[in-house]
């Protein structure tokens, strides 16, 4: 399934949500442009560590490729500054 992930900025705090489940699953997710991407299970989590730049203090340097999140539970919510589309793949353990 492929997800577009909405740009974020101070004003505007918006986290994606790529994956609602309530077991365990295996995640791999395709990035399609290199991008600072900050994972949370909670979309508060995300917003709530906004500084004065827009961002969260820490994030994931991803470039172009795919990466895999093994034993992934619940939520996962993701933001970015710039907008970007990746394509999620996931199935139960």
């Not at 918006?14 to 979309?43: C, E, S, W």
């Not at 999140?69 to 353990?93: D, M, R």
Request: aromatic content about 8%; some cysteine.
């Amino acid at each position: 399934m492929r997800v577009t992930v909405r740009a974020s900025n101070q004003a505007t705090g918006l986290a994606t949500r790529i994956l609602h489940n309530m077991g365990k699953v295996n995640l791999k997710l395709q990035i399609f442009d290199p991008v600072t991407v900050y994972v949370a299970q909670n979309q508060n989590d995300l917003q709530s560590g906004l500084d004065v730049a827009g961002n969260p203090p820490r994030g994931l340097q991803l470039g172009q490729g795919i990466y895999d999140f093994l034993g992934a539970s619940g939520e996962l919510w993701l933001i970015c500054n710039q907008q970007i589309e990746v394509e999620v793949l996931w199935w139960p353990l």
